[in-house]
């Protein structure tokens, strides 16, 4: 399953949502909005939402670091390649 993490610079919610993913081992692409418009565009156009992190793992789509739904996630998820 690919796993999505939009983020932002200076976002204390981001930088404690990477840091669960990655300790408990599941992969996951970041998707700056700040430094890829492209991302933002996703963001709020494709997924209508605008909550910073929002993590997008197949068909669900968490917004907010919600520690509870990212404990379901699956370890070494393999994360997409950049388009």
């Known amino acids: 399953m690919e796993i999505h993490l939009y983020t932002e610079p200076g976002c204390s919610a981001c930088t404690e949502a990477k840091s669960f993913l990655t300790s408990r081992g599941v992969s996951f692409q970041e998707r700056d909005v700040r430094s890829n418009p492209a991302y933002l565009r996703i963001l709020e ?20 670091f919600d520690r509870e739904a990212y404990e379901c996630l699956p370890a070494n998820s393999s994360p997409e390649e950049p388009r």
Do not use: K, M, N
């Open 45 to 64: 156009d494709d997924l209508d939402c605008c909550t910073l992190p929002t993590l997008v793992a197949g068909d669900a789509i968490i917004e907010g």
